[in-house]
């Protein structure tokens, strides 16, 4: 009876650690709260905004992208979309320059995002996670909802 019961936890044991291995097999560099660096960041032709914080749980299949924060006026921020890394339109919320988002995984460290409003580009967005995966850096490259050129590179800190 004690073999059997033995037995039964090994199996259990095996399981449960197996269930968790591929759980943090399916996550990926960019999955995590990642929080502004407004040191590091630079904005053109700016303000930047006064903080912003990204919670995103990426895998192989997509990514799914939260940002919260506060603009230069002192209005909240909020930035939502899920999307497939199949290359096709996805809703944006919360962008005034975009309506749409496609995305594409470069590499295991490299996502680009192809902001679009009325199904032209208007940003694309190429993030890159460290080496040692505790900052990822955003560029952005295109035109804000005014029609000026916008080199934005935001610096994010894992939390």
Do not use: C
Request: aromatic content about 6%.
């Amino acid at each position: 009876m004690r073999t059997n019961r033995f037995v039964v936890f090994t199996t259990v044991l095996l399981f449960a650690t197996l269930a968790l291995a591929v759980t943090a097999a399916t996550a990926d560099q960019h999955s995590g709260t990642w929080k502004m660096n407004p040191d590091k960041s630079k904005y053109s032709p700016g303000p930047a905004p006064k903080n912003t914080t990204a919670k995103i749980e990426s895998d192989e299949n997509g990514i799914k992208v939260s940002v919260e924060g506060t603009n230069v006026d002192g209005s909240a921020l909020h930035v939502q979309y899920d999307a497939k890394f199949d290359g096709k339109d996805y809703p944006v919320t919360g962008v005034p320059y975009a309506d749409m988002v496609s995305v594409k995984r470069i590499g295991a460290d490299t996502i680009v995002s192809t902001m679009k409003k009325g199904g032209q580009v208007v940003m694309t967005v190429t993030s890159v996670v460290s080496k040692d995966g505790k900052t990822r850096t955003s560029t952005f490259k295109g035109k804000d909802s005014e029609g000026h050129d916008v080199l934005n590179v935001v610096v994010s800190d894992k939390q």
